[in-house]
């Protein structure tokens, strides 16, 4: 996996695995034995989604405990004048006339509805490191792109309300 991880992002997914440890599979095994209780296994719809419900969480925390053992930690501190991890920075799209805002974040919290962008999207890629006032090329890819400019650059690195995403 290789993800890239602000010592944050760990932190927050090492807080899922634990409530997942310590509630949700106490919970679900629960459940399992309730719903075996209620006899012949082979028609009892609700052994089977129990069944299911736990695997899916035993699953989960199985890919969070990997994502953060092959984790690359990166920093999330930049100059004061530079585009950085959790900045909130606001865009202008030259083609399309408009000026948008977003965040940068980690790719395990990206969530283009809210505003979150990826430090390894094309975006986000592009506009690290940059400054204020900067007219930065975006690569989409070999034959497409286009430019932004920086308008404005919010320092804020709190994170506290940005969700991990779940699958």
């Known amino acids: 996996m290789y993800d890239k991880l602000t010592k944050s992002d760990i932190q927050k997914l090492q807080e899922e695995i634990d409530y997942r440890k310590l509630v949700v599979r106490k919970n679900a095994i629960e459940a399992v034995k309730e719903a075996r209780e209620h006899g012949d296994l082979s028609e009892n719809f609700e052994y089977h989604a129990a069944k299911k419900d736990k695997n899916r969480n035993e699953s989960r925390i199985r890919y969070l405990e990997r994502m953060i053992k092959t984790a690359q930690v990166i920093s ?18 030259e083609d399309d006339d408009e000026t948008e805002t977003y965040k940068i974040v980690t790719t395990i919290r990206e969530d283009s509805l809210e505003g979150r962008i990826s430090n390894e999207s094309p975006i986000g890629r592009a506009i690290m490191g940059h400054k204020e006032g900067d007219r930065v090329y975006v690569k989409v890819n070999d034959s497409y792109g286009y430019y932004v400019v920086i308008k404005h650059i919010d320092k804020t690195t709190d994170d506290s309300d940005d969700r991990i995403r779940s699958y």
């Open 76 to 93: 999330d501190t930049s100059a004061n004048d530079e585009v950085g991890m959790n900045n909130t920075v606001e865009l202008y799209f």
